[in-house]
């Protein structure tokens, strides 16, 4: 994982993916699957003429060409890459990338810095800064004194409107379901 400086903010290069692998759009899609395979990979960038025209995923390869009973020898890249290219910036924030990529239902983005290909950024590469991300969010908390604890919930008939309740709390000696401590406004165990 690389070091990133302590800014607040986590940008696409601090977790991006580069340098690419790139192929024409009239290699294969059996070189394709080659490639991604050799280096362990989920994308190709698909290139015309030295310029980025597409992307094809292990998805593309798996929906385009496996489940069609296609021979992945004879399906060209331009057939199944998917395109236009969306790219981001890399000095762009990681919640950017992630709204990018959640409006428009991708996993990974081409990353564009003047006009040239810098890396891919995916879900995946995200994701590795999940658990560190936690951690700080914890550590926060704990500093301003904010402690969450796991709070039991109790089965049986709620002590304020009777009803049954599988998510009971106990709030001052009373057993609440959790319509009553929104009405109440106590949430939380005292």
């Keep these: 994982m690389k ?19 790139e192929l024409s759009e009239e290699d294969t899609a059996a070189d394709a699957a080659r490639q991604m395979a050799k280096y362990k990979i989920s994308s190709i960038v698909v290139t015309r003429n030295s310029s980025p025209v597409g992307i094809v995923t292990k998805r593309d ?16 890249l331009k057939d199944v890459m998917s395109s236009p290219i969306i ?3 890399p000095d762009e924030t990681i919640e950017e990338a ?4 959640n409006k428009l239902n991708v996993s990974r983005l081409v990353v ?3 006009g040239r290909i810098a890396g891919i950024i995916s879900m995946k590469d995200i994701l ?11 550590e926060q908390l704990r500093i301003r004194g904010i402690v969450r604890r796991p709070e039991p919930y109790f089965e049986g008939y709620c ?3 009777g009803e049954w309740s599988d998510m ?7 057993l609440l379901c959790e319509e009553c401590r929104l009405e109440t406004g106590r949430e939380t165990v005292e």
């Design 98 to 101: 992630l709204r990018t990529m």
């Design 87 to 89: 790219t981001v910036r």
């Design 112 to 114: 564009a810095y003047r």
């Design 61 to 76: 390869l798996v929906e385009k060409v496996v489940a069609r009973d296609l021979k992945p020898s004879e399906v060209r």
């Design 168 to 174: 009971l709390r106990r709030i001052d000696d009373h």
């Design 3 to 21: 070091e990133t400086p302590l800014t607040g903010e986590i940008l696409v290069r601090d977790v991006m993916t580069s340098p690419i692998i």
């Design 128 to 138: 590795k800064f999940t658990p560190d991300i936690i951690e700080i969010v914890k």
């Design 159 to 161: 002590d304020s409107c």
